[in-house]
């Protein structure tokens, strides 16, 4: 078993991620969204899943830093968005295979790695 991370090092819920799968021995392959963003490719694979919308940060810093807390960002603009600045991301993004999860979800884990 292999995992994806898709976060930034100054994200806690990204080291945890790492943190977790390291205790179990799984391989984990980090992506730093402040060096590579994700591909629009990848991002769509996670809104297919969990919608556009809960790729969005609305809570963090750089969602607030470019004003977006006082507009309206419909639906449509969100990927684009995102592909233009993956810091708005909910991170971590955590896939393996087809398993997919945003955010930090100990419990979802789980059940990828349990036989």
Known sequence: MEVQIFGTKSCNESK???RF???RR???HFVDLKD??????ELKRFADRFGAEAL???NG????ERGLHVAHVPEARIL??????????TTPLVRSGNHLTIGWDEAKWKTWITP
């Open 26 to 28: 799984i391989k984990t």
């Open 36 to 41: 590579r963003p994700a591909s629009p490719g």
């Open 16 to 18: 945890k991620a790492l």
């Open 61 to 64: 810093k750089q969602f607030r």
């Open 80 to 89: 684009p968005l995102l592909a233009d600045d993956p810091l708005l991301l």
């Open 21 to 23: 799968f390291k205790e």
């Open 56 to 58: 969005l940060d609305r």
